[in-house]
């Protein structure tokens, strides 16, 4: 069983689903930047060999028994890295989107800002490479729209390249949006008043796979995610402010 | 109107006795049985009691007894499809905690046996 080191300690999470193509390569190139780090692949019962490849890189893998989607899995994943006592979890997507030469840079400013959340923006260096245009139009609808509930500006909104401390890490375990969760996540946080800070990473191509999120699928997106948001805003309403 | 009343009435009492056959067979369970049966009964009572429809048809302003009996079906139905709604919901819930739960002691416990295996 992974075991947090020292007081800080900090756990690599990865969600994936059907990402035998990529996974090696990205717990090989995490291992390169960070040996010691341990790394946790939760595999959303995929058909393919994504947990044989996760284990041969050397990651520890739990394999959830049916398809749970993305919230589902990172959460199962905040689940574990509570109960054994990790300060810091920082998520990365399984298709080699996200450079794992930032995650020190996240972490560094989970703790200097004490923020609960650390996102990594691909905008804030004002790229935002390998977006696809829906993908880059959903992100400037939300991007509007959050700016109005968080009262902070967001540059992205739906980045899976997230750091998170203990507190946050604790509200997670117990509740996380089951479905596209980034956007939701955020709002959980205000309506708590909690932080969360930005920091500018670069993304890539992916390296292998296909985004789940379509052209057809992003409509339905938009409407989950603002009913999502709805519920959420309602849901912590009255919660006790800090 | 005779006819539509006797049809309603009749689906009804069917509803009623499907759920019954269903209850003995374990096919439903007694919990989830009670909305059909509330609504089938409600709905057997309202097609046979036509004095009782037409009250409720004038305090909705309504003066054609099966359109309040349709709305009233109409409604009672909803009530029964959102209660099922938020059970469908919970199970979920408990479905999704249920599973992320089994996935962590399989690992842990996965985990353990290699390290005693390694020790041996």
Redesign the interface.
């Given at each position: 069983?992974i075991r947090p080191i020292g007081e800080d300690a900090l756990m690599i999470l990865i969600p994936a689903f059907n990402e035998e193509g990529a996974i090696g390569a990205v717990v090989n190139e995490i291992k390169e930047f960070h040996p010691d780090l341990p790394i946790l692949v939760?595999d959303d019962c995929s058909a393919d060999g994504t947990r044989r490849a996760a284990l041969h890189a050397g990651a520890?893998?739990?394999?959830?028994?049916?398809h749970?989607g993305l919230g589902?899995c990172v959460?199962?994943g905040y689940?574990?890295a509570f109960?054994l006592g990790f300060q810091y979890v920082i998520r990365l997507d399984g298709d080699g989107q996200h450079d794992p030469a930032y995650i020190t840079k996240i972490l560094q400013k989970l703790k200097e800002s004490r923020s609960q959340m650390v996102i990594g923006s691909r905008y804030l260096n004002g790229s935002g490479e390998h977006t696809s245009f829906m993908r880059g139009l959903g992100i400037r609808f939300f991007r509007l729209f959050l700016r109005l509930i968080l009262a902070k500006p967001v540059h992205d909104p739906t980045s899976g390249f997230v750091g998170v401390n203990r507190e946050a890490l604790e509200v997670f375990a117990r509740s996380f949006p089951?479905e596209y969760p980034e956007i939701e996540a955020l709002v959980v946080l205000q309506r708590l008043t909690f932080r969360f800070e930005e920091v500018p990473v670069r993304m890539r191509k992916r390296l292998a796979g296909q985004s789940s999120i379509t052209a057809v699928r992003s409509l339905y997106y938009v409407l989950h995610v603002l009913l999502g948001v709805l519920v959420n805003i309602l849901k912590y309403r009255g919660s006790t402010r800090r | 109107m005779e006819r539509l009343l006797s049809i309603a009435a009749g689906l009804s009492l069917l509803l009623i006795g499907i759920v019954l056959f269903a209850i003995r067979r374990a096919h439903i369970r007694v919990e989830y049985s009670v909305s059909w049966l509330t609504a089938a009964s409600a709905l057997f009572v309202l097609s046979t009691w036509k004095e009782g429809l037409s009250y409720i048809g004038e305090i909705l302003g309504l003066d054609n007894a099966p359109y309040v009996l349709l709305l009233i079906i109409g409604i009672l139905f909803l009530f029964v499809f959102f209660r099922f709604s938020v059970i469908i919901s919970n199970l979920k819930d408990a479905n999704?905690a249920l599973?992320?739960k089994?996935?962590?002691l399989?690992?842990?416990l996965h985990?353990?046996h290699e390290e005693s295996e390694t020790k041996a």
């Open positions: 069983v939760v520890d893998v739990v394999t959830v028994p049916f749970l589902g959460q199962a689940r574990l109960d089951l | 999704i599973t992320q089994v996935a962590i399989e690992y842990q985990s353990i």
